[in-house]
């Protein structure tokens, strides 16, 4: 066995032993014999505090060492047995240990350990994920939600379908539900709450995914999930920072049977008749602010650590970061022509670099007046005289309106990760703007829907220059 198996069997046993929040007699002299059994050292303990619980399970159930994965669960059950007692947050870890452990079990599961900084919400909560609509699956949900949402809630559980939330909120009077996002936000501009009024109701269970968890909050774990069912079974320190430890069931149209295999397993855990059970639920007039709809509200309303999209309006001459209610400011036609320029480049950026040998001087004034055409023809959409647009072949030019720019997106600070906004130069000396092309849009005159760039005309002239 590897010592990298020691230290996650240390980290899995140390998340069960703390569930319940209570440490006792019987399970420390288990402990004690686990680690004596395992070869858990003092070294290994120190080196589990900075392991999460999902790269944990991911090394045991990868390690290639015969029956160890059978031991460590029947380990757990004995740890859980240890006090005569199974707690309901005992439970929630020791379904996910038998779901991934146990080779009985053929459900495709998955554990995931997120900051919370980044997304939290209540224990036990299952939450409904895609990353691509799936009708089969949504469609058996709608048929069958009371049943679902019944089974769960009798086990303790509160299922979470975005959807439902989403038409309760849609059949609520459209003035009564901004006054209560301005309440919650009394800072948002009157366009900041039409934003995110028209986003929520907008909301589906991909955009939810993509657009939500994985680009505002940074879950990358989900940017390709099959449907799945994301419950909430605790929380850990990695280090010095707090995750939040969620297990993942992939689901199909028999989602109530995954359900309900799922809640009978759970509750055989339990070693009591008395349950409780959450009764959480939005009603007419009434608009819960807490856990998953709190998160959710928040993910739109508070403008913090947000993978906010682009939006390029050249007929009002703007740049715009509408998820954070912000714009790019202290910038004129030639540096925001200049940005717009950056992305549509993309990752091949730009280049000004000067070659040392005169055969390549040819091919660089090629580049140079190609990348100076481009600069015309978006300045002239943003309404000025290409003729009059500023010469970037010049260094004395553009280096004062990269400086311009690069100061004015620095004022981003709500942004997750505001240095991928801003321009960046790589050793090569090539400057780039390292965003996800997908969150770039741009403004039409006659729609009030902006088409993605790559989609744009304004894309199309820039390539074609």
Same mark, same amino acid.
């Given at each position: ?18 569930? !319940? ?15 004596? #059994? ?11 505090? $900075? ?10 159930? $990868? ?13 757990? $059950? ?6 005569? *007692? ?32 980044? *997304? =939290? ?42 959807? #439902?939330?989403?038409? $309760?909120?849609? !059949? ?29 109701? #907008? ?94 509200? !928040? ?51 730009? =280049?000004? =670099?000067?070659? !040392? ?109």
């Amino acid at each position: 066995m590897l010592r990298a198996h020691k230290i996650a069997i240390a980290r899995i046993l140390a998340d069960l032993i703390k569930a !319940d929040r209570i440490i006792n007699t019987g399970e420390m002299e288990c402990w004690e014999r686990i680690c004596s #059994k395992y070869g858990i050292d003092k070294g290994v303990e120190t080196d589990a505090l $900075h392991l999460s619980f999902a790269d944990a399970l991911e090394t045991i159930c $990868h390690s290639g060492v015969k029956g160890l994965k059978e031991d460590l669960l029947g380990d757990c $059950h004995a740890m859980t047995r240890s006090d005569g *007692f199974c707690a309901h947050s005992e439970a929630l870890i020791m379904i996910a240990l038998m779901l991934m452990l146990d080779p009985s079990h053929t459900s495709s599961v998955e554990v995931i350990s997120i900051p919370k900084a980044s *997304f =939290n919400i209540d224990m036990a909560t299952s939450l409904y994920v895609e990353s691509q609509y799936d009708p089969a699956t949504n469609e058996a949900i709608k048929m069958n939600y009371r049943a679902i949402f019944k089974e769960f809630q009798l086990a303790g559980f509160h299922f979470v379908y975005p959807p #439902k939330i989403i038409e $309760h909120y849609r !059949d609520t009077d459209p003035r009564l539900f901004r006054q209560i996002l301005s309440f919650l936000a009394p800072s948002l501009s009157d366009e900041g709450i039409d934003h995110a009024f028209r986003s929520l109701m #907008k909301m589906t269970t991909e955009v939810f995914c993509k657009d939500l968890l994985c680009n505002k909050c940074g879950i990358s774990d989900l940017r390709t999930t099959y449907p799945s069912l994301l419950i909430k079974i605790g929380n850990s320190f990695v280090g010095e920072t707090a995750y939040a430890n969620y297990l993942k069931i992939e689901v199909d149209e028999n989602i109530l049977s995954t359900v309900q295999l799922f809640v009978d397993k759970f509750r055989d855990m339990l070693r009591s008749d008395v349950y409780v059970v959450n009764t959480s639920e939005e009603r007419d007039s009434q608009f819960h602010f807490h856990g998953f709809y709190k998160q959710l509200l !928040d993910i739109f309303l508070i403008r913090k650590n947000i993978r906010s999209k682009i939006l390029i309006d050249p007929y009002k001459e703007e740049i715009l970061f509408p998820d954070i209610d912000a714009k790019a400011s202290g910038l004129h036609r030639r540096e925001r022509a200049l940005y717009t320029l950056l992305l549509c480049c993309g990752q091949d950026g730009l =280049n000004f =670099n000067r070659p !040392d040998k005169s055969a390549l001087l040819a091919r660089y004034d090629r580049r140079i007046a190609g990348i100076q055409s481009r600069y015309r023809d978006i300045y002239a959409m943003f309404g000025g005289d290409p003729e009059s647009a500023p010469d970037l072949t010049q260094p004395e030019i553009r280096r004062p309106i990269f400086s311009c720019l690069r100061r004015s997106l620095k004022n981003l600070t709500s942004l997750y990760n505001p240095e991928d906004y801003n321009i960046s130069k790589s050793k090569d000396g090539i400057f780039t703007v390292n965003v996800d092309p997908d969150i770039v849009f741009v403004a039409q005159l006659d729609s009030d829907e902006p088409v993605p760039l790559k989609d744009s005309t304004l894309f199309k002239r820039c390539r074609k220059s």
